[in-house]
């Protein structure tokens, strides 16, 4: 399903002196089964933003259409069904766990969409093993578990309810390196082999160049720019006057072509292609 | 000084050991990075050097003093901890509560305190946010608050248990400045728990941790020797080392083991194209 925003404006605590307008006039177009990173630092509303692709929060002001679905002005119905398609995995595991153990948490979800239950009984184990979790972990206690454990649950439970659109908010906040690289691979094949429409909520810009098709940054409430990584690496300037960094690899080449001389001639950058440019200089340096 | 003294730990009686039979001795001043990745005991290790987890075997040691029942409090008023998530950390409603809360509970006068919280501020260059909301602040803002709330407290030891894991980059660098600071300034012991090899790199010794053992003790330099045999223990080389390796390999003469890309850069301007 394709998500529209039309001059979407958001207001918390509309007309008292509390008044914070975090959204202003957000026009985007998330194209169904596309991967789309969100970035912007502290306070450019990105969570703000995710909280009206389930319609958590919804519009002050425009319109949001979800699949054939508009916001505002959606019944209770609709707005369930919405919750069933977009799937929210939150940064705290801990704020969206709260059954006595992990097989009751997987069953909620789907329970609550009104989904057979036998049926989705026998989907568990698959479930638990497409994330990297053990058969074992459905009688333990969500709150016995590991930071990434928990996240690997809420994952599942998420899953579960067989959302066309998954909206991830940090999911690799607070794993170990491997852990990260294994999750981002479990979403690049979600994305691939089951055409899911991924949006990914980060500040980190490594993850969002690197598997991202295209990438909106956020500025204070406003869309900045909304580019594929590769239009977005020329902008580096941009990006670090609003408090983003550039990926490290990006930086690193920079710092090469200043200082070595290096001629950069490859279209992406990474660890392979910045050592295969350094030892074709080196050798040619070399000898010359 | 720090000392593990063959330490065990094991949450149940009837669960694997999380850390087993760990012997380490941390020098005054020194600052340590304990690395390994999720499960390898690391979290343990951290919450036994302030007595929040007592061994099942073995002792831990702090300045001649053996942790115990009779002891734990004195001795975490020399050891101050930072945690994961800002978020959890705090309960005053202004920055300046936030800081007072831990001196009001040990009964430090007034006029001591106010000194107190606004060097302690100052040392995390937080002075000016002295009457803020902390909830309005940056990921990296509040978790200086947090360490200026430790600071206030004047320990000799400072553990950060994972303390970036949950920033941005920006707020990354803030707080690995902070450290470089404070451990350069004041001569306070530093022990970062962490799986990030960028941070480890500040360190003056690393000590890298899997499935409850020491696996690696040394100085980061020569951690990354290890390479891409780092990942075995579920670290990530980082960049540079990676690129460093792929030179290696095809036989440039590079000296030294960078830690830093400029590191290495820069030798390579050396090496290469001065001439």
Request: net charge negative; with cysteine.
């Amino acid at each position: 399903m394709d998500i529209v925003f039309e001059n979407v404006n958001y207001t918390y605590q509309p007309n008292t002196p509390f008044s914070h307008q975090a959204l202003k006039d957000i026009s985007l177009e998330i194209k169904s089964g596309s991967f789309v990173a969100i970035v912007g630092h502290t306070g450019s509303g990105k969570s703000t933003l995710l909280q009206h692709l389930n319609a958590l929060l919804q519009p002050t002001s425009g319109r949001i259409t979800l699949g054939n679905t508009e916001l505002p002005g959606a019944d209770h119905e609709q707005i369930k069904t919405i919750r069933q398609r977009v799937g929210l995995l939150f940064q705290y595991p801990e704020h969206q766990l709260f059954e006595e153990t992990v097989k009751k948490e997987l069953l909620f979800g789907p329970k609550n969409f009104g989904f057979d239950l036998k049926q989705v009984e026998t989907e568990l184990s698959e479930a638990l093993q497409e994330v990297g979790l053990d058969e074992s972990a459905l009688g333990r206690s969500p709150f016995e578990l590991s930071g990434g454990q928990m996240k690997r649950v809420a994952l599942a439970s998420m899953l579960l309810a067989k959302p066309q659109v998954l909206v991830l908010d940090e999911p690799t906040a607070g794993l170990d390196p491997l852990g990260q690289k294994k999750m981002m691979q479990l979403f690049q094949s979600l994305h691939e082999n089951k055409q899911h429409t991924v949006v990914l909520v980060t500040h980190n810009m490594d993850d969002a160049m690197k598997y991202a098709e295209k990438v909106v940054v956020l500025n204070q409430g406003t869309v900045d720019c909304f580019k594929s990584p590769r239009e977005l690496i020329n902008e580096r300037e941009r990006l670090k006057a609003i408090g983003l960094e550039v990926p490290e690899p990006v930086e690193f080449v920079e710092y090469m072509k200043a200082h070595l001389g290096v001629l950069w001639e490859e279209e992406d950058i990474n660890e392979q292609t910045i050592s295969r440019t350094l030892i074709k200089h080196l050798k040619g340096g070399a000898t010359s | 000084m720090i000392q593990f003294d063959q330490v065990s730990y094991q949450y149940k009686s009837n669960s694997p050991y999380v850390l087993n039979d760990v012997n380490l001795s941390i020098d005054e001043g020194e600052w340590v990075s304990i690395l390994g990745q999720n499960g390898s005991g690391k979290s343990t290790a951290a919450k036994l050097l302030n007595g929040l987890l007592r061994p099942v075997e073995g002792r831990v040691i702090i300045d001649d003093t053996e942790i115990t029942d009779d002891t734990v409090y004195q001795v975490r008023r020399h050891v101050g901890m930072v945690f994961q998530n800002p978020e959890n950390q705090f309960v005053g409603t202004t920055v300046l509560d936030d800081v007072a809360f831990g001196l009001e509970n040990i009964g430090v006068p007034r006029e001591e305190m106010i000194k107190r919280i606004d060097e302690s501020l100052k040392q995390v260059d937080m002075l000016e946010y002295k009457n803020h909301e902390p909830t309005k602040l940056s990921g990296g803002q509040k978790q200086r608050i947090a360490i200026a709330s430790v600071l206030a407290m004047r320990p000799e030891i400072i553990v950060f248990d994972e303390a970036t894991s949950m920033l941005d980059p920006i707020g990354k660098k803030e707080i690995i400045e902070t450290m470089r600071y404070l451990h350069e300034q004041y001569n306070l012991t530093i022990i970062t728990i962490t799986h990030d090899l960028n941070e480890a790199a500040y360190s003056d010794r690393v000590i890298t941790l899997h499935n409850g053992s020491i696996w690696f003790q040394g100085t980061p330099r020569h951690l990354f020797q290890y390479g891409e045999k780092l990942e075995e223990v579920g670290l990530e080389p980082t960049l540079i080392t990676k690129v460093y390796h792929s030179l290696k390999r095809e036989s440039f003469a590079v000296k030294e083991e960078p830690l830093h890309f400029k590191e290495l850069v820069d030798e390579l301007w050396t090496l290469y194209l001065k001439t």
